[in-house]
């Protein structure tokens, strides 16, 4: 377990998957917790089992980022964790089929929403008492490198937030704010989402078999797996980790199998 006793956290899409389970990490790990989502339901449900705070908030809207703020600043009084997990990949498609208001709308929230929640991380942890300093954690894809040809818009949404990361990372670096900025990339996790499509396949030991076998491990990545990473690029074990992307996609990325 990572300590993060005395630090305050965000999470972006905090209701569900990944940033759920991230949620309920950081609670644990001794971190006070705020996190965004639209779902109020599963919201309130995790704010009532963990006592993290809940902040309904589009992560591609400026004006939802200044209230989001305001009330860190309010309530809080400082930020030393952001994890810009929101994401989607509703209505992609290849290039050929792709629409350009499902292009816009995923890059909308995969792109410039990652972009705002940034922006604003940085804002929050340079007013911090004490002085400058932070982690911001992107959740970007193992599909940033292996891009999908039916999720054209998903790919390069994934792969611009890794040049993203590596800006930040260099600008606070450079101006010495002592916030670090690291991207994740996941492979194929359980979430309810593939779970969901898993029980949809018309032969769902196929569908669960083709996704576990993507990995040479056998399995598909939990949740609480992805969630310990974060933790850790949050803590200050991990104070000269900056800049980097780190595949937790049980070596799915790693290399061919052979014949």
Known sequence: MA???GKVALVT???A???RATVRRLVADGARVVFTGSNADKAASLARDTGATFVRAAVQDPGDWAIAEQMIRHDFGRLDIAFANAGTERGDG??????????NDILAINQTGVMLTVKS??????????????????????NANRALSNYVTYSVSKAAVIALVKSVAIHCGLRRLDIRCNAILPGV???ELI???IASCPDTAAARAAYEGMSPMGRMGRVEEIAGLVSWLASDEAAFVNGA????????????TGV
């Open 94 to 103: 290849d290039i050929e089929t792709v629409s350009l208001e499902a292009w």
């Open 195 to 197: 779970t969901n499509i």
């Open 245 to 256: 992307e780190y595949a937790i996609d049980g070596a799915t990325t790693a290399g061919m």
């Open 189 to 191: 996790v359980e979430t």
């Open 3 to 5: 300590n993060l006793s």
């Open 17 to 19: 998957g990944i940033g």
């Open 121 to 142: 991380a940085i804002a929050l942890m340079k007013d911090n008492p004490g002085g400058s300093g932070g982690s911001i954690i992107v959740n970007s894809s193992m």
């Open 13 to 15: 899409g905090g209701t």
